[in-house]
């Protein structure tokens, strides 16, 4: 099983649908989470930290389910400008980070 | 602060020269990364520094790569001899500590044919 796992879509949506990904990681004991955005031929950028309580950033939601070893992203009402790819992060054991192979999302008019 | 700054952007070279990728991270922040991206394997940790020092090079692929971080304010990953299946996009990130935000930088598009 890999450490870090993402179901790679791609998901195609109509703008103004929601839509919500996973990420599964195999340790346990991990204890930080993050989702990154990437655009085509760009580089990854930090899109929203994932906290024990689950927490919301305008239409984004991330949520942690530790009894499943699984955290999420909810997009609501998207828009086109949120086609991208969705990477998730876990610190897996003593600080080693390690990226998700992402989540491919196009909305479509 | 004008971010991690990648040099070059695009780099095509032949089977077997060697290639000097260049990194210069936030200023102040202690860690620097290097990845490698392809479609097959996604982003991959190479290697890792904190205050310089080598930290983790556990995802270099082989003796054919190598880092370096002489200063806090620039890193190079040498490639050499590079093969194709090099080809890549290989990222540099900085982060302020180990565990918060890491800052990429545009990347550098290799190319070994």
């Known amino acids: 099983r890999k450490e870090v796992e993402q179901d790679p879509g791609p998901f195609n949506v109509p703008e103004g649908a929601t839509v919500a990904f996973n990420c599964t990681y195999s340790?346990?004991?991990?204890?930080?989470f993050f989702w990154y955005r990437q655009d085509c031929r760009k580089e990854p950028k930090l899109l929203m930290s994932?906290?024990?309580s689950g927490n919301e950033d305008g239409r984004f939601t991330a949520q942690l389910n530790r009894a499943s070893q699984y955290i999420s992203l909810l997009i609501r009402d998207s828009k086109l400008s949120d086609s991208a790819t969705y990477l998730c992060?876990?610190?897996?054991?003593?600080?080693?980070?390690?990226f998700g192979a992402g989540t491919r999302l196009t909305v479509k008019p | 602060d004008a971010g991690v700054i990648q040099s070059p952007r695009h780099e095509v070279t032949e089977m077997g020269q060697e290639v000097t990728l260049r990194c210069k991270p936030i200023?102040?922040?202690?860690?620097l990364f290097w990845y490698r991206q392809t479609m097959m394997r996604g982003l991959e940790l190479l290697i890792y520094?904190?205050?310089?020092?080598?930290?983790?090079d556990s995802g270099m692929p082989e003796d054919r790569f190598s880092a370096k971080m002489p200063n806090a304010s620039f890193s190079t990953l040498k490639i050499q001899p590079s093969e194709p299946r090099d080809s890549a996009v290989y990222f540099c990130?900085?982060?302020?500590?180990?565990?918060?935000?890491?800052?990429f930088g545009p990347g550098t598009r290799l190319t070994v044919t």
């Open positions: 990130a900085s982060s302020p500590d180990r565990d918060d935000e890491q800052y």
């Open positions: 340790n346990s004991a991990s204890q930080s």
């Open positions: 994932v906290y024990s």
């Open positions: 992060v876990v610190n897996i054991r003593n600080n080693d980070m390690r």
């Open positions: 200023s102040g922040h202690d860690y």
């Open positions: 520094f904190n205050n310089n020092v080598p930290i983790d």
